[in-house]
């Protein structure tokens, strides 16, 4: 099956600070998503991104599908921004299932 | 406008015993994924309803099965529970069967003594 590589595995940063996460694929893939788990267990959907560029607010996404990897930018981050960040895959050949990456755990300093 | 809900939050099982989670997909949804997430590790796949059938499988063994109901709300059931279960399940609604942006519940934490 299809194999999803995050990195780095964990990220820890001073509020304020710019970080670049990135996730990469081993085959072609319908759809890519980014998602956030908070402290709470929480998964909130950042992007839908399955090629193409997409910005909200000081986060923005770029998926390079024929490259096989996406990227996610933080910019001036935020103590809330800590926690999981996971991209998620569908696989091309198995249509609505979705592989997640072992996410990267981001700690934002105060 | 409701998000996706699952109950209970929590739950405790002994080795053996049989557990039933639920999940209500959000306002105008109607296909419903479950996961399991270890600790410190990403949700894996179980499966996916869609139109009242299991359309896609994980790598889950028959102990795991599945229902959807005729207003889109789904159970997740899993038998003899081993300690291994253990996890956070998580719900996610999107809609149509295809590509589309999946809503996460906030979970249900299992644990098997």
């Known amino acids: 099956g299809i194999q999803v590589e995050q990195s780095p595995p964990d990220l820890i940063l001073q509020e304020g600070a710019n970080s670049t996460l990135r996730c990469n694929f081993s085959d072609s893939v319908n759809n890519l998503q980014w998602f956030h788990q908070n402290p709470w267990g929480q998964l909130i959907n950042l992007f839908y991104?399955?090629?193409g560029t997409k910005q909200n607010g000081r986060l923005s996404a770029t998926t390079v599908a024929t490259e096989r990897y996406s990227l996610l930018y933080i910019s001036s981050s935020q103590t809330t921004d800590s926690g999981v960040y996971f991209c998620?895959?569908?696989?091309?050949?198995?249509?609505?299932?979705?592989?997640f990456g072992s996410g990267t755990r981001l700690s934002i300093r105060p | 406008d409701a998000g996706v809900t699952q109950s209970p939050t929590h739950l405790i099982k002994t080795r053996g015993q049989q557990v039933t989670l639920r999940c209500s997909p959000k306002s105008g949804h109607d296909t419903v994924s479950w996961y399991q997430q270890a600790l410190g590790q990403g949700p894996q796949f179980i499966f996916q309803y869609y139109e009242e059938e299991e359309r896609q499988r994980g790598n889950f063994p028959d102990r795991f099965s599945g229902h959807q109901f005729p207003n889109y709300s789904s159970e997740l059931n899993v038998n003899a529970l081993l300690l291994g279960d253990s996890a956070l399940y998580l719900c996610?609604?999107?809609?149509?069967?295809?590509?589309?942006?999946?809503?996460f519940g906030s979970g249900t934490q299992l644990s098997v003594l």
């Open positions: 991104i399955p090629s």
């Open positions: 998620a895959v569908e696989e091309y050949s198995s249509a609505s299932k979705i592989i």
């Open positions: 996610a609604s999107s809609r149509g069967q295809g590509s589309e942006k999946l809503f």
